[in-house]
């Protein structure tokens, strides 16, 4: 059994819901359906409040969420824009 992460981007233009199906196709094309067992890969992201200066601090932050299975979501600025960074992770 492993595990599969990854930091995904997405413009806060997005709606959440849009955001949430990206994000469990990415767990469902990552996943091992058998180790993640009947109820399948986690969907739910919890939305923080916290937003990041730049990209390299969101992720730095999120890298330590990694290893709990939760979808993580926070913002950070780049180039005078805001982005949700996710955290995915799915057994694989």
């Known amino acids: 059994m492993g595990h599969a992460c990854s930091i995904l981007m997405f413009p806060v233009s997005m709606t959440k819901d849009e955001i949430q199906e990206e994000c469990y196709e990415w767990q469902l094309y990552n996943a091992d359906l058998y180790e993640c067992g009947p109820q399948g ?52």
């Open 41 to 92: 890969p986690r969907e739910r992201i919890y939305w923080t409040s916290r937003t990041f200066p730049d990209r390299k601090s969101a992720e730095k932050y999120l890298d330590g969420t990694f290893g709990n299975y939760d979808q993580t979501a926070v913002r950070f600025k780049e180039n005078g824009k805001e982005f949700w960074a996710i955290a995915c992770e799915v057994h694989c």
